[in-house]
């Protein structure tokens, strides 16, 4: 099963066998920390008790971080950390990996801070010294705030796509050749108040999302060879 917070549509739920194995929450620019996370929190809890998985797989994408060269979401480092945190909960196996991100000191950031939540380790803000001091300047702090970029995601935008959401997932019950598996015994459904922050209210939104394609490079110099764009 695939499930992203991210891009494409909420129509692409998969094809013939496959159908309703895949959730795709399409989101609009700008989503700053408290409506991602009520969304993501909501979304996986049901996906979770719906698919009872024996692992989980995680993949951590840094270009939904304020300032990403290619990305437009407004997250912090520890509203992205918070996702990290809320899965590790479940105590089920769980592998998590990168993924994409394009402004590479921002992305070194994310990724220490969220190796730091699993070990259950709080990492100090200030960077030490070291020979890559320089891209952390002038702050050398580990961790970045939330961007200013207009939020798009409307109070009735993002409940239109958590029904939506949770309608497919009603879907896989009676989907044929779903298969229940024991649970392991340590695993729970975190619990977490979906009231406890609002989504932005304004209700203007656009009727289409916007496209970013830029064609300057990720990465400066000679040693860009990452040529894969990976949504987050």
Same mark, same amino acid.
């Given at each position: 099963?695939w499930c ?11 094809e013939r ?5 895949a959730?795709?929450?399409?989101l609009?620019?700008g ?18 008790? +719906?698919? =009872? &998985?024996g ?10 971080? %304020?300032? *990403?060269?290619l990305g ?8 992205h950390?918070e996702?990290?945190?809320?899965v ?6 769980l ?21 730091g939540?699993?070990l259950? +380790?709080? =990492? &100090?803000?200030?960077i ?8 952390? %300047?002038? *702050?050398?702090?580990?961790k ?12 009735s ?28 015994p340590?695993?729970y ?5 979906e ?5 932005d209210?304004?209700?203007?939104q ?5 496209h970013?394609?830029?064609?300057d490079?990720?990465?400066e ?8 764009i990976?949504?987050?």
């Amino acid at each position: 099963m695939w499930c992203t917070l991210r891009s494409s549509t909420l129509e692409e739920i998969g094809e013939r066998e496959g159908k309703f194995y895949a959730i795709n929450v399409p989101l609009k620019d700008g989503i700053d920390d408290a409506s991602f996370n009520r969304l993501f929190k909501t979304i996986i809890s049901k996906v979770v008790e +719906t698919y =009872l &998985p024996g692992a989980i797989v995680l993949q951590c994408g840094a270009d939904s971080l %304020a300032g *990403d060269r290619l990305g437009c979401f407004n997250l912090s480092i520890d509203g992205h950390a918070e996702c990290v945190r809320f899965v590790k909960k479940f105590n089920l196996p769980l592998l998590v990996t990168g993924g994409g991100g394009y402004t590479k000191e921002n992305v070194a950031r994310c990724w220490a801070v969220e190796t730091g939540v699993l070990l259950d +380790t709080d =990492l &100090p803000n200030e960077i030490p010294e070291n020979e890559y001091s320089k891209y952390f %300047a002038p *702050d050398y702090s580990l961790k970045i705030p939330g961007g200013h970029i207009e939020n798009l995601n409307s109070k009735s935008y993002l409940g239109t796509i958590k029904m939506q959401v949770m309608e497919n997932l009603r879907c896989i019950q009676h989907a044929p050749g779903v298969q229940m598996q024991e649970v392991p015994p340590d695993f729970y459904i975190p619990d977490f108040d979906e009231d406890e922050q609002d989504p932005d209210e304004r209700m203007d939104q656009q009727t289409q999302d916007k496209h970013i394609h830029r064609d300057d490079e990720y990465y400066e110099g000679d040693n860009d060879n990452d040529h894969n764009i990976e949504g987050g």
